[in-house]
């Protein structure tokens, strides 16, 4: 039996267009993430990773879209060749399955280095920009604000299984200022703490396989 075309879209905020992304690639299911590469504890990579099977294809649009960091990289692309999947990276035109070329490798290092690189430099200027408003007085904090399309998507995942930490991650805001929101709109219901089993790097696979569209 043939295995599953598989797609990671990734976008940093609600407010990019994760359909750019694997334009005109036919997929069998996708998982669409609305979260920083920063690390790999990301909800929907999570799910990806527990999902995924031997003989499938998995299909990125760029490096960068499954990992900012060099070894975050590497770590994710080995362990999926070695469950016997085959990774795209579309963009770049690479493919990696493990029986690699010294090239290929050599060309996802050296990609990989690149995005670690541009995440470095963005937060550097990130940086570099704050200190010159304090300077000026200029700097009015970190608040941020939900628009009317966020807040429906807030009222929408406090009726799902996701914590507080991870709605207020997804949604770009800290705990405090989810807090604010959910008393101004009169939401009491607690989610409930996702406590299944998910994989890690080193983790284990689960049998389970759930066919619905995320």
């Known amino acids: 039996m043939p295995g599953k075309r598989i797609g990671y879209i990734r976008v940093s905020t609600l407010d990019q267009n994760p359909d750019r992304q694997l334009v005109d690639i036919e997929l069998d299911k996708k998982f669409i993430e609305f979260a920083s590469a920063k690390d790999t504890n990301r909800p929907q990579l999570q799910q990806l990773l527990d999902y995924i099977r031997e003989d499938d294809e998995l299909f990125v649009h760029s490096i960068d879209r499954l990992a900012r960091s060099v070894q975050d990289l ?48 963005i937060l550097e200027r990130q940086r570099e920009g704050i200190a010159e408003a304090k300077k000026k007085g200029k700097f009015k904090g970190g608040k941020k604000k939900l ?50 089993q998910r994989i890690s790097l080193h983790g284990k696979d ?9």
């Open 206 to 214: 689960n049998s389970n396989r759930a066919d619905t569209q995320c």
């Open 74 to 121: 590497h770590n994710l692309v080995d362990m999926l060749v070695k469950k016997g999947i085959v990774i795209h990276f579309v963009k770049q035109n690479l493919t990696f399955n493990g029986n690699d070329s010294h090239f290929s490798k050599f060309q996802l290092a050296v990609l990989g280095g690149v995005a670690e690189l541009e995440r470095g430099i």
């Open 147 to 196: 628009d009317a399309a966020k807040i429906e998507i807030l009222k929408a995942k406090m009726q799902t299984r996701d914590s507080k930490s991870k709605i207020a991650f997804d949604l770009g805001i800290s705990r405090e200022t989810l807090y604010r929101y959910l008393k101004n709109l009169g939401i009491t219901s607690q989610p409930i703490e996702d406590n299944g």
